[in-house]
């Protein structure tokens, strides 16, 4: 199918021969009525005969040891069972991931991290105890505070993903100096937090040397693999379910000390114990988006074609393990630019554990990249839609490798149809509606296709209908639902005709709902299941007793491909910004993505608004601090740390355009939980410089930062 | 514990009625609503987001106002009748049409702050109905319905967070069951 015409929103796009299939269809999420009439159960609702509750302490030192914990006033507590320490704690193997050794021994390696739990017969009791409980420490001098110029900054060999940690092409800085034309410019992402509704909570029990713990995960895949290894027991011994999970962006792809702490209250007390994390806590030990200083080198022809393209960006990680944001990665991909250097360096600090939170690497990268390009569009006096298309690149830059597709250019020319971008006055400050000034601004996105091995059994019935079991998670992507409808596309069934089972270990193992993969993976292995069931039945008769079928994409799923795979978009944001107050509120919102072929338009279009919802707080509200005395976040709670409310949110729309790429999966799918956010805040940035005429430079664009940009004039550079 | 209404003691009968049924129960003081629903009621539909009133997902309906039950001690709470998202449908209803709004918009992706939209919704409704202004309101005689536009479910319901986006199809619904 040509990728230049636009889909019809909530129209499938294309059908199979027979007319009738089921991909692409707004199919209603299974578990719908079971979320709006509430008896969908999370993981903390799972009433057990006897079921204890846990409450954490967090260290309240930032860098330390514990010398002491008094749990004498603890215990005397009506209704308190345990308080659980490294001295008393079961021993457990030691993780691979060091954020779960928790309660292994005395150190503090920042602060929030936990050193003791409380179990008690209710919520009331355990957090009584956890008050009450005295820690003493040995507190050591902290350094929580990332610089450009961090004396102990390093380049590390790899970035999150595993990519390179720096790659040069040419002579970068020579081909900066000698540009006609240049941007050298700072910018600034703040810690972000990922905040899913659900905190991280855990229900956890024994019976017989076996464990069942029902825990808000993105993958329970691994989160049995984990605790099997850390409680020495064989993984068939150890049930992981995750029937409904509240959110996670990242920040529950891997387990975090909840499941941990919950299986080992259980196994201590002999009970059933559900801990919940209070919210407060979550930002201290289940990872955050690292913050990131940028800066980015852009010479340019005078025609605006790219001569040299400098991304630099200088991170944190924290003493327990190293973790890189890979935010100059994206720039790998977007432009052609002959002589090119994209590097990463990471400071070690007394801080939370970092870790993945929606597009890590590609949010704040494509950010920052997207905001230069635009002050390079003003510098050469260019539209910015066409300085982007006119450094569109034949192959990927860095790899050399060809696109499998890329629609970029046709994401930006459809998003400025329909935004009406050629009606912009591109002068700076030249919409004033009284105190409102009014703009409008582009950015790029981009995000990688993955997909991880998967296996999936699929069961004909004898009553006609079709059971699919795969260890598939629904954060809230309507992962059941897009199964269905690939298995009933495979099978050439109407969509109701298959039942499916999703979010428990007792099904077929498959990778977790992350990196935009979930989708990808989980249904490449149910399209192989459906097509070995197909032509096992080969149109004769279902035997009385069913047919299984059983698939495993492994060495498919996650074979190389000679070509470069990206999903790729385009955003267009207005904005009025107060000169009296310097609210920046956005008006519209508008992505236009080309991410292969779209399963279900209705929780597809759900995911691109939610994930520039996101783009949109990032923008204008979410930041979090170190707090460099108490080396804390002193955004902790979402009091403090605004994700965006109704009243922030505009209507925003989401269009895509049909692209048929047959170097993906049977599927054709890119996947689209991340790249709504990619693009945004870089949008809704440069429509406030549009607005304005003055540059912030730093995230997220508040009032007093905006209204100071307003009175200063010319912004500095950054850095 | 001690179990009576004594002075000293930690626990106090207190009966609710919640969803048109009564129920006394020995309540720990420091036991919010929302704890009570969900651990001695079982009624898990009012969810936990953040247990001190900021997210919005423990929305219910006290006697026809909502409220974020993790901030109302039970125990102060005696004789209240409290509505949750279990009690949402009417007599002989499947769905209360909101609910039904929600399915047909796609109104939510994880669901977790979805009880709590509804019942904030639902409250809201009746408040406008009943003339209360909001910050967008403007030129509605005192005590007349406010007419709801999207400006103004938006900021009236700014007080219930959904991480996954949904709020434009959330004000979608709304407008749906908007009489």
């Not at chain 1, 944001?325 to 991909?333: G, I, Y």
Request: a negative charge.
């Amino acid at each position: 199918m040509d990728a230049t015409a636009p889909s019809t929103p909530g129209v499938p796009v294309e059908r199979r021969e027979n007319g009738e299939s089921a991909l692409g269809a707004p199919v209603e999420r299974r578990e719908g009525r079971q979320k709006v009439t509430g008896t969908a159960r999370y993981a903390a609702e799972q009433p057990r005969p006897g079921r204890a509750h846990a409450w954490p302490v967090p260290a309240s030192v930032a860098r330390g040891r514990v010398t002491g914990i008094d749990t004498a006033a603890a215990l005397a507590l009506p209704g308190v069972l345990a308080v659980l320490s490294h001295e008393n704690a079961p021993r457990l193997s030691e993780p691979d991931d060091a954020m779960l050794a928790v309660l292994r021994d005395s150190r503090v390696p920042h602060r929030g991290w936990f050193v003791a739990l409380v179990v008690g017969e209710t919520l009331e009791a355990a957090r009584a105890g956890a008050a009450a409980v005295r820690v003493d420490y040995a507190v050591e001098d902290h350094d929580v505070t990332l610089t450009r110029d961090h004396p102990a900054a390093y380049a590390p060999e790899e970035a999150n993903g595993g990519y390179p940690g720096t790659r040069e092409h040419g002579d970068p800085e020579g081909a900066f100096a000698s540009a006609p034309v240049r941007v050298d410019v700072g910018y600034s992402v703040p810690p972000l937090h990922n905040h899913p509704m659900e905190p991280h909570a855990t229900t956890a029990e024994w019976q017989d040397g076996r464990l069942t713990v029902h825990t808000s995960t993105q993958g329970a895949t691994t989160v049995r693999a984990v605790l099997a290894g850390l409680f020495g027991v064989p993984e068939d011994h150890v049930t992981v379910h995750a029937e409904h999970v509240g959110g996670g962006f990242g920040s529950k792809g891997t387990p975090r000390p909840d499941v941990v702490l919950a299986a080992m209250a259980a196994r201590h007390t002999g009970r059933p114990v559900t801990l919940a994390l209070p919210r407060r806590f979550l930002p201290a030990v289940v990872g955050h988006r690292a913050p990131t200083l940028h800066r980015l080198r852009l010479g340019a022809r005078p025609d605006g074609r790219l001569v040299s393209l400098i991304h630099e960006v200088t991170t944190h990680t924290s003493r327990v393990k190293e973790f890189v944001e890979q935010a100059a990665v994206p720039t790998r991909v977007m432009y052609a630019a002959p002589d090119s250097r994209t590097a990463h360096r990471v400071t070690p600090l007394d801080v939370p554990t970092p870790s993945w939170m929606r597009a890590p690497g590609e949010a704040p990268g494509m950010y920052a990249l997207e905001s230069a390009m635009d002050e390079l569009a003003g510098e050469l006096g260019m539209d910015p839609v066409e300085l982007r298309i006119v450094n569109e690149p034949d192959t990927e830059p860095d790899s050399g490798k060809p696109f499998s597709s890329r629609h970029l250019v046709e994401c930006l020319r459809e998003g400025a149809r329909r935004f009406g971008w050629d009606r912009r006055d591109p002068r700076p400050g030249s919409r004033a509606e009284g105190p409102l000034l009014v703009g409008s601004g582009v950015a790029a996105a981009m995000y990688p296709v993955m997909a991880q091995p998967s296996t999936a059994a699929v069961r004909a019935l004898s009553d006609g209908n079709f059971l699919v079991r795969i260890n598939a998670t629904d954060i809230g992507t309507g992962a059941r639902t897009v199964l269905a409808q690939i298995a009933a596309d495979r099978l050439a069934v109407p969509v109701d005709r298959v039942r499916i089972e999703v979010g428990s270990t007792d099904l077929p193992a498959a990778s977790l709902a992350g990196g935009s993969s979930g989708t990808a993976s989980w249904g490449w292995a149910v399209h192989e299941a459906c097509a070995r069931l197909a032509e096992r039945l080969a149109g004769g008769p279902v035997p009385a007793e069913g047919l299984e079928v059983r698939a495993d994409t492994a060495g498919q799923a996650d074979a190389d491909s000679p070509y470069a795979r990206h999903a790729f978009g385009a955003h267009f944001a207005e904005v009025a910004v107060d000169t009296v107050t310097g609210e920046t509120r956005v008006r519209r919102l508008l992505g236009v993505y080309a991410a292969g072929r779209i399963l279900n338009s209705r929780t597809a279009r759900s995911q691109f608004v939610g994930g520039m919802t996101m783009g949109l707080g990032m923008a204008l509200t979410e930041g979090s601090t170190m707090d460099a005395a108490f080396g804390d976040f002193t955004e902790s709670d979402l009091a403090s740390y605004h994700v965006p409310a109704h009243a922030d949110v505009p209507d925003i729309e989401a269009h895509w355009i049909d692209e048929d790429d047959p170097h993906l999966n049977p599927m054709g799918s890119k996947g689209i939980g991340e790249i709504g956010i990619v693009g945004t805040a870089a949008a809704i940035g440069n429509a406030v410089f549009h607005a304005t005429g003055t540059r912030v430079r730093e995230l997220p664009l508040t009032p007093d930062r905006v209204l100071g940009g307003i009175g200063r004039g010319a912004a500095p550079r950054g850095f | 514990m001690s179990g009576s209404n004594d002075p000293g003691s930690t626990c106090s009968e207190t009966t609710l009625t919640v969803n048109g049924k009564p129920h006394t129960l020995l309540v720990d003081h420091r036991r919010v609503l929302l704890d009570v629903l969900r651990e001695d009621l079982e009624l898990w539909g009012a969810r936990k987001g953040c247990d001190h009133g900021q997210c919005g997902a423990c929305t219910v309906l006290v006697d026809g106002r909502r409220v974020n039950s993790c901030l109302l001690l039970a125990v102060a709470l005696d004789g209240s009748e409290v509505r949750t998202v279990e009690g949402l449908a009417g007599d002989g209803e499947d769905l209360h049409p909101l609910q039904q709004a929600f399915l047909d918009r796609d109104a939510f992706q994880c669901g977790y702050c979805t009880p709590g939209q509804l019942c904030s919704a639902l409250g809201m409704l009746d408040e406008a109905a009943a003339g209360h202004p909001s910050r967008v309101t403007t030129d509605v005689p005192a005590g007349r319905p406010v007419p709801l536009d999207r400006d103004e479910i938006r900021e009236r319901l700014s007080g219930n967070l959904c991480r996954c986006g949904a709020y434009p199809r959330i004000v979608d619904a709304v407008e749906d069951v908007i009489p």
